[in-house]
């Protein structure tokens, strides 16, 4: 876990006995070279009852992207409980410990992201430099942000991208975060509004397999299409339409690496009419085939 970086604040979790909690499937330093962002994947076990996570001053995001289970989480002699399931992320406080307990329902898998405490001080300082309120950002997040989701998954799978890229997302992630939820300059979207398109999407992810109309999503979430659509897409910075079909795609990316079903199979889970329908999005989406997306 500690790399010779001085751009990541890694050296907290030396002596941190990793291999008896995690097992790590990627590493974005490793495969890509990244300076910019540290992004890694894994597997969890399923049960710890006294696991302890070194507080480092890099801003720590946790996408769940597998399994389910209730957290129990100790810090400067407070405890809370949350839910981990796939599409919450956690934001770790910079410079905070945490001991944490859980039991989950089997498989449990993450994408991590570690970006640089510097990357977000300076963004801090170019949005008026107040001080940055790290509790208040990870409590705004905590109650759901779809694009910070989607652009963890993204970053989560580069596919070969270069230190440009991830420095780009860095200054993204750092940028939305401070706006969005640490109340700098240039925040728009009203908490209300953005609660609604976590219910939207959520519905999104419970029926992916369905024929999901815009008019039924909007009115789960209690909105005219037209409100819905554009609160969405100031939220999002893309429109239901195209996030559910990424949502689609990823789901489909999923299954076609971890299952032997054959294609038209995973269209039928996915939402797609055919094969050849999950087939077109796909390479429009990724630039490949479903066939050889499965054997790259």
Request: aromatic share 8%; with cysteine; charged share 25%.
């Amino acid at each position: 876990m500690v790399f010779d970086s001085v751009r990541f604040d890694l050296q907290p979790y030396a002596g941190f006995d990793m291999a008896r909690y995690v097992r790590r499937t990627y590493c974005s330093w490793e495969v890509s070279g990244w300076e910019s962002l540290l992004v890694q994947r894994f597997e969890h076990v399923p049960a710890a009852e006294e696991l302890k996570i070194p507080g480092a001053a890099d801003l720590h995001l946790v996408l769940p992207v597998a399994g389910r289970a209730t957290m129990e989480v100790r810090s400067g002699g407070r405890r809370s409980r949350y839910a981990w399931v796939p599409g919450r992320v956690e934001m770790g406080i910079p410079g905070q410990a945490v001991v944490r307990r859980y039991r989950g329902d089997g498989s449990m898998r993450s994408v991590q992201i570690h970006v640089p405490r510097d990357t977000v001080e300076s963004a801090a300082a170019q949005l008026g430099g107040r001080a940055v309120d790290y509790e208040a950002m990870a409590a705004s997040l905590a109650a759901g942000d779809p694009l910070v989701e989607e652009a963890v998954r993204t970053v989560g799978s580069p596919d070969g991208a270069g230190d440009l890229y991830a420095e780009s997302a860095a200054a993204f992630l750092s940028v939305h975060l401070l706006t969005r939820h640490a109340g700098l300059p240039g925040s728009r979207a009203p908490a209300r509004e953005d609660a609604r398109v976590s219910a939207a999407v959520a519905m999104m992810r419970d029926r992916l397999a369905d024929p999901v109309t815009l008019a039924e999503i909007a009115g789960e979430v209690h909105l005219s299409v037209y409100h819905f659509v554009r609160v969405f897409r100031e939220s999002t910075g893309v429109t239901p339409y195209r996030f559910l079909t990424r949502l689609r795609i990823e789901e489909a990316k999923r299954l076609l690496r971890h299952s032997d079903l054959a294609v038209a199979q995973i269209a039928r889970r996915c939402g797609f009419a055919s094969a050849g329908a999950l087939s077109a999005a796909f390479l429009r989406h990724t630039g490949a085939r479903p066939s050889v997306y499965r054997n790259p």
